[in-house]
């Protein structure tokens, strides 16, 4: 499908407003998984926004991404408790085991790896997110079935 029409097709239940901008970009960032300069582009076009206004709020919020994602997300806590719990380790384990440092994304878009402050449940820790789907503790093991388990 082309971008013009995704985008048309995220913009059209707003009926244009331009206050939802924010709820399109995220629309838009669950359908690609990132948030391309053409989409950018679109959305400031379908819109009728100066496309300097959509960059900024694209590049102001964590929520998105402008460079291109992997399909998996991994976040490690690197929040104190977790931080006290072993969380540095967990992530040397982790960035080892698919050669990525924090911030990457795998060359094969599998997977990209990042670091949060708290995720809520510190007596968990070292807690590591996968999908949206916690894990306590996990030993190489658990890291090599859960990362097995996500084609
Ligand atoms: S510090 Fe890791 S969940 Fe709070």
């Not at 964590?62 to 929040?79: D, E, N, Q, T």
């Not at 719990?85 to 997977?111: C, H, K, V, Y």
């Amino acid at each position: 499908m082309k971008v013009s029409t995704t985008v048309s097709k995220a913009v059209r239940p707003y009926q244009k407003d331009q206050d939802m901008l924010i709820q399109i970009l995220l629309d838009l960032q669950t359908k690609f998984g990132w948030l391309s300069r053409e989409v950018l582009a679109e959305v400031s076009g379908q819109l009728d926004v100066p496309v300097t206004r959509v960059y900024q709020i694209a590049s102001y919020y964590k929520a998105f991404s402008l460079v291109p994602r992997g399909r998996h997300i991994i976040k490690v806590c690197m929040g104190t408790a977790c931080q006290v719990r072993g969380s540095p380790q967990l992530l040397n384990t982790i960035s080892a085991m698919l050669d990525l440092e924090p911030g990457e994304t795998s060359e094969d878009r599998r997977f990209t790896l990042d670091t949060v402050n708290c995720l809520g449940c510190c007596a968990m820790g070292p807690v590591l997110v996968i999908d949206d789907v916690y894990h306590s503790k996990p030993s190489t093991p658990d890291l090599k079935k859960i990362f097995k388990a996500a084609k």
